[in-house]
C-alpha cells in the first residue's frame, strides 16, 4: 500500500478516537449548549442519509448515469426490505450484495435466456 | 463474584459477538478485494484501533481511490460519518471521572454504537460496574478485529468475479438508515439528507462531471443549515 493510504486510514482513526474522547475532554466542566445536543441527535441521521446516496453513486461496475440504475435501485429496495422485515445487518447486506453483483455480471440474463 | 461479572458480559455481548464476526468479515472481505495490496494484519490494526463499521467501510473507498482525496477531505469525512460518537460519551462523563485515565481513555476510544447500547443496560449500580464496562468495551473489540481478519484473510483467496461487490458499503448505510428511522425523531433528518444529497449530486453531475467527489462538502454544509433553519419544526417532535 502506498504512504498516501496508510496515512488516510491513520487520519481516520486519529479523527475517530478524538471524536470519542472529545465530551470527556470538553464537557468534563462546562454542559453542552442546546444546539449542540440538537446536532449530535440529529445530524447523525442526515449523515447517513447522505452517505447512502453517495455511496450508492460511486458502486462499481455501472456504467454512466443511466446504466445500472435498475439493478441499482431493485437491489437497494431488496435490502430495505430486508432489513425492515427481518432486522438481520449481515443478511440484508449479504443478499442485497449478491443481487447487485448477479445482476451487473449479467448471471440474471444467463439464467434466463441460456 | 468476580468471574460471574466476566460471564455475565460475555453473555449479554453474544448478539455482538454474531454482527460484529460477520460485519468484520464483510469488511475484510471488501478490504481485501478492492486493495488487493492490504494484508490481514494490517486490516488487524485497522479495525483494532477504530472499531467502527461504518468509518472502516467507507474508508477502503476512499483508500482506493486515494488520489482522489486529500488528507483534508478524508479527515472531514471522517468528522462527518462519527460525529454522532460526540455524544455518546455525554451519559458517562462523571462515572468515568472516578476511574483511573487509562481506563476511562480505553472506555471513551472503545465506544461503539454496540458497546454503548450495552453499557447503557449496565446490570449492576455500583460495584462490579467498572469491571462490566470494560469486559463489554473489550469483549466487543476483540471480536470485531478476529472477524476483519478472518475476511481479509478469505478475501485473499476469493478468486471469482467481485464486480459490484462495492455495493456492500451502500448495504451497510441503507441498514444503518432503515434501522435509524424507526425512530420517529430520525425522519425528517434522514429524509432532509436523501433529498438535499440528490439534489447536490444532480448538480454536480450536470454541471461539473468529474468531480463528483467533492459534493460531500456543499452537501453536508446544505445539510446542517437546513437543520438548523428547521430546528423548532424538528425539535418539536424529538
Same mark, same amino acid.
Given at each position: 500500500?502506498?504512504?498516501?493510504?496508510?496515512?488516510?486510514?491513520?487520519?481516520?482513526?486519529?479523527?475517530?478516537?478524538?471524536?470519542?474522547?472529545?465530551?470527556?475532554?470538553?464537557?468534563?466542566?462546562?454542559?453542552?449548549?442546546?444546539?449542540?445536543?440538537?446536532?449530535?441527535?440529529?445530524?447523525?441521521?442526515?449523515?447517513?442519509?447522505?452517505?447512502?446516496?453517495?455511496?450508492?453513486?460511486?458502486?462499481?461496475?455501472?456504467?454512466?448515469?443511466?446504466?445500472?440504475?435498475?439493478?441499482?435501485?431493485?437491489?437497494?429496495?431488496?435490502?430495505?426490505?430486508?432489513?425492515?422485515?427481518?432486522?438481520?445487518?449481515?443478511?440484508?447486506?449479504?443478499?442485497?450484495?449478491?443481487?447487485?453483483?448477479?445482476?451487473?455480471?449479467?448471471?440474471?440474463?444467463?439464467?434466463?435466456?441460456? | 463474584?468476580?468471574?460471574?461479572?466476566?460471564?455475565?458480559?460475555?453473555?449479554?455481548?453474544?448478539?455482538?459477538?454474531? !454482527?460484529?464476526?460477520?460485519?468484520?468479515?464483510?469488511?475484510?472481505?471488501?478490504?481485501?478485494?478492492?486493495?488487493?495490496?492490504?494484508?490481514?494484519? =494490517?486490516?488487524?490494526?485497522?479495525?483494532?484501533? *477504530?472499531?467502527?463499521?461504518?468509518?472502516?467501510?467507507?474508508?477502503?473507498?476512499?483508500?482506493?481511490? /486515494?488520489?482522489?482525496?486529500?488528507? !483534508?477531505?478524508?479527515?472531514?469525512? /471522517?468528522?462527518?460519518?462519527?460525529?454522532?460518537? %460526540?455524544?455518546? !460519551?455525554?451519559?458517562?462523563?462523571?462515572? =468515568?471521572? @472516578?476511574?483511573?485515565?487509562?481506563?476511562?481513555?480505553?472506555? /471513551?476510544? $472503545?465506544?461503539?454504537?454496540? *458497546?454503548?447500547?450495552?453499557?447503557?443496560?449496565?446490570?449492576?449500580?455500583?460495584?462490579? @460496574?467498572?469491571?462490566?464496562?470494560?469486559?463489554? $468495551?473489550?469483549? +466487543?473489540?476483540?471480536?470485531?478485529? *478476529?472477524?476483519?481478519?478472518?475476511?481479509?484473510? $478469505?478475501?485473499?483467496?476469493?478468486?471469482?468475479?467481485?464486480? !459490484?461487490?462495492?455495493?456492500?458499503?451502500?448495504?451497510?448505510?441503507?441498514?444503518?438508515?432503515? +434501522?435509524? %428511522?424507526? +425512530?420517529?425523531?430520525?425522519?425528517?433528518?434522514?429524509?432532509?439528507?436523501?433529498?438535499?444529497? /440528490?439534489?447536490?449530486?444532480?448538480?454536480?453531475?450536470?454541471?461539473?462531471?468529474?468531480?463528483?467527489?467533492?459534493?460531500? =462538502?456543499?452537501?453536508? $454544509?446544505?445539510?446542517?443549515?437546513?437543520?438548523?433553519?428547521? @430546528?423548532?419544526?424538528?425539535?418539536?417532535?424529538?
Amino acid at each position: 500500500m502506498s504512504r498516501h493510504q496508510i496515512l488516510a486510514f491513520v487520519v481516520m482513526t486519529v479523527v475517530v478516537l478524538a471524536l470519542r474522547s472529545l465530551p470527556f475532554v470538553i464537557f468534563s466542566k462546562r454542559k453542552p449548549s442546546p444546539l449542540f445536543l440538537y446536532l449530535g441527535r440529529t445530524v447523525s441521521a442526515a449523515a447517513i442519509s447522505m452517505l447512502v446516496v453517495y455511496s450508492i453513486s460511486t458502486v462499481s461496475g455501472v456504467g454512466a448515469f443511466p446504466v445500472g440504475v435498475i439493478e441499482l435501485l431493485s437491489a437497494s429496495a431488496v435490502v430495505v426490505i430486508l432489513q425492515y422485515f427481518w432486522k438481520n445487518p449481515l443478511l440484508s447486506i449479504v443478499v442485497g450484495t449478491a443481487v447487485y453483483m448477479l445482476s451487473v455480471q449479467g448471471v440474471w440474463g444467463k439464467l434466463l435466456f441460456f | 463474584m468476580q468471574q460471574s461479572i466476566v460471564r455475565r458480559a460475555f453473555i449479554a455481548s453474544l448478539p455482538v459477538l454474531m !454482527g460484529y464476526l460477520s460485519m468484520g468479515a464483510a469488511w475484510g472481505i471488501l478490504l481485501t478485494t478492492q486493495i488487493p495490496q492490504a494484508e490481514p494484519f =494490517f486490516a488487524g490494526i485497522v479495525s483494532a484501533t *477504530t472499531i467502527s463499521s461504518s468509518m472502516q467501510f467507507a474508508a477502503v473507498e476512499m483508500v482506493k481511490n /486515494a488520489a482522489n482525496y486529500s488528507l !483534508g477531505m478524508i479527515a472531514v469525512f /471522517a468528522l462527518l460519518i462519527n460525529v454522532r460518537y %460526540c455524544a455518546y !460519551g455525554l451519559p458517562f462523563i462523571e462515572e =468515568f471521572k @472516578r476511574y483511573p485515565w487509562y481506563l476511562r481513555w480505553y472506555l /471513551a476510544c $472503545a465506544l461503539t454504537d454496540e *458497546t454503548y447500547a450495552l453499557q447503557l443496560q449496565c446490570p449492576y449500580p455500583d460495584a462490579g @460496574r467498572k469491571k462490566y464496562l470494560f469486559c463489554i $468495551a473489550f469483549f +466487543d473489540q476483540c471480536y470485531w478485529i *478476529t472477524g476483519s481478519v478472518i475476511g481479509a484473510t $478469505a478475501g485473499k483467496h476469493i478468486h471469482f468475479d467481485t464486480t !459490484g461487490i462495492d455495493f456492500s458499503m451502500a448495504a451497510l448505510f441503507i441498514v444503518i438508515l432503515v +434501522d435509524q %428511522c424507526r +425512530d420517529k425523531a430520525n425522519r425528517i433528518p434522514a429524509l432532509l439528507g436523501l433529498v438535499i444529497t /440528490a439534489a447536490v449530486w444532480g448538480t454536480f453531475y450536470l454541471l461539473l462531471p468529474g468531480h463528483v467527489n467533492k459534493m460531500l =462538502f456543499p452537501a453536508m $454544509a446544505l445539510i446542517i443549515f437546513s437543520l438548523i433553519a428547521m @430546528r423548532n419544526k424538528i425539535e418539536a417532535r424529538l
